[in-house]
């Protein structure tokens, strides 16, 4: 492989030396780039990479709690649009989930903006329950009510 020229010209890399090994070496950014791209094989999306390990604590941690909060509202919104408006379920839980996702994107977007990393982590957190609810509630729906 060779030996690689760093962006800060102050060290080379060799090509075969892990990536961890060179982070602790040098912080310089797109020093793992080659050519466009990237050598890192644990990369985030551009969008994500503003997030510290405080942001995805806090995701991690309040993901129980979080998924459980959009489960009950997805299931009251849902059982109080069938007591308002008596009908067949998937309507109802079509149109429950949308407003739930209505929520959730404006919960999202509002944290997401914030300057505090544990505001950005709930938004993670929102954002990522809302999938594993309604992705939940989709294989319910079709397995056991067969809709």
């Not at 991690?60 to 059982?79: D, E, H, K, N």
Request: charged share 10%.
């Amino acid at each position: 492989m060779g030996v690689l020229a760093h962006p800060c010209q102050h060290h080379t890399i060799n090509a075969s030396m892990p990536v961890s090994a060179h982070r602790s070496l040098c912080r310089i950014p797109g020093a793992f780039e080659q050519d466009g791209a990237s050598r890192d094989l644990m990369t985030t999306p551009t969008y994500l990479d503003g997030l510290d390990s405080r942001a995805w604590a806090t995701a991690t941690l309040s993901a129980p709690l979080v998924t459980q909060l959009v489960l009950v509202l997805l299931i009251a919104s849902a059982w109080l649009l069938g007591k308002w408006f008596p009908g067949p379920a998937l309507p109802l839980f079509a149109a429950s989930a949308a407003g739930v996702f209505v929520l959730c994107a404006v919960a999202t977007f509002v944290l997401i903006r914030s300057t505090s990393s544990r505001a950005r982590g709930m938004a993670l957190s929102v954002a990522g329950s809302y999938v594993v609810v309604l992705g939940g509630a989709t294989v319910y729906g079709i397995w056991m009510l067969q809709w």
